[in-house]
Nanobody, 115 residues
Framework: QVQLVESGGGLVQPGGSLRLSCAAS????????MGWFRQAPGKQRERVAA???????NYADSVKGRFTISRDNAKNTVYLQMNSLKPEDTAVYYC?????????WGQGTQVTVSS
């Protein structure tokens, strides 16, 4: 059973930065696709960024140039560096690990962008 634990969320002013981390248990991290999703109140969950086992990345148009996803396979950890944050980035951010038919989610971490 894979467990994912997110950390790094909080309250930040517009224009500020945060770095989210997601630590994964188990032995399939290095061969799994990893992603960050977010869900704002009243909205559907959306994918923000993803990274393949080989390090190929993909971003939602709304965060391109501001967010960077990365992974450290030695630490079983995926990161999301968020810069130039906007109020519309406010949401609960979730980490996802996907390998074949196995999809696992973390509990989420709140990010609030407000002055």
């Amino acid at each position: 059973q894979v467990q994912l634990v997110e950390s790094g969320g909080g309250l930040v002013q517009p224009g500020g930065s945060l770095r989210l981390s997601c630590a994964a248990s188990g032995s399939i991290f290095s061969i799994s696709n990893m992603g960050w999703f977010r869900q704002a109140p009243g909205k559907q969950r959306e994918r923000v960024a993803a990274i393949t086992p080989g390090g190929v990345t993909n971003y939602a148009d709304s965060v391109k140039g501001r967010f960077t996803i990365s992974r450290d396979n030695a630490k079983n950890t995926v990161y999301l560096q968020m810069n130039s944050l906007k109020p519309e980035d406010t949401a609960v951010y979730y980490c996802n690990q996907a390998y074949r038919t196995i999809s696992s989610w973390g509990q989420g971490t709140q990010v609030t962008v407000s002055s």
